[in-house]
């Protein structure tokens, strides 16, 4: 089956601490997506990648980093610079042209304690 | 700036019709597309529309005027599985999606 997985599907951790969010597409896309969640506000672009390598700030990208050393996968770091962490996290992939569908993961759900 | 407004919430009977609106704002434009979104899971894609005028998907239809910026999504047979919220996105001249907070729909029996 091909889809998009982002583990864990939550996550709890310290002040301070750095994490890191998986996220993995069996579907050939070329470009990911990171996308930002909270309560009674639209989504919010904080990373893009479009080719492997290669990756462009979103909206609010201070705080977050991301690679992307293969195209299946593209993980998100939340740093502890990150003010305010605690949100639903949603990765996204689609194929790549520029009027283009995007597909997302189940998401992953960051609380900081 | 670019900006997305849709109502927050929105309550409906079963087996009737429904109507989410969203009017957008965005620097350019390349199309509007709407995504539903169980509590707690991943958005699923519903439509794009590009053109003026109306594309109908089975029960689900969505709808675009260019001129006034303004679109909606149509659900007819509502069936209690319908209750989401339903995200709207445009797209601007940069081919990045603008999003709404998104409408949550609550169908009542």
């Known amino acids: 089956d091909g889809g998009i997985t982002q583990s864990p599907k939550y996550l709890f951790r310290k002040e301070g601490q750095n994490v890191t969010l998986s996220c993995e597409q069996n579907l050939n896309h070329d470009a990911m997506y990171w996308y930002r969640q909270d309560p009674g506000q639209g989504l919010r672009l904080i990373y893009y990648?479009?080719?492997?390598?290669?990756?462009q700030k979103g909206d609010i990208a201070e705080g977050y980093s991301v690679s992307r050393e293969k195209k299946e996968s593209f993980p998100l770091t939340v740093t502890s610079a990150q003010k305010n962490p605690t949100a639903f996290y949603l990765c996204?992939?689609?194929?790549?042209?520029?009027?283009?569908?995007?597909?997302f993961g189940p998401g992953t759900r960051l609380t900081v304690l | 700036g670019q900006n997305i407004d849709q109502p927050t919430e929105m309550t409906a009977t079963e087996g009737a019709i429904v109507q989410i609106n969203c009017t957008y704002q965005t620097s350019g434009f390349n199309g509007l597309f709407w995504y539903q979104q169980h509590a707690g899971e991943a958005p699923t894609f519903l439509s794009y529309?590009?053109l003026d005028g109306l594309e109908e998907k089975g029960r689900f239809s969505s709808f675009l005027s260019r001129s006034k910026g303004y679109s909606y999504l149509l659900l007819k047979e509502l069936q209690m599985k319908d209750s989401a919220s339903y995200l709207c996105?445009?797209?601007?001249?940069?081919?990045?999606?603008?999003w709404g907070a998104g409408t949550k729909l609550i169908i009542k029996p």
């Open positions: 996204a992939s689609s194929k790549g042209g520029e009027i283009d569908t995007q597909y």
């Open positions: 990648s479009q080719i492997v390598n290669d990756f």
């Open positions: 996105a445009g797209m601007d001249s940069n081919y990045q999606l603008i």
């Open positions: 529309n590009v």
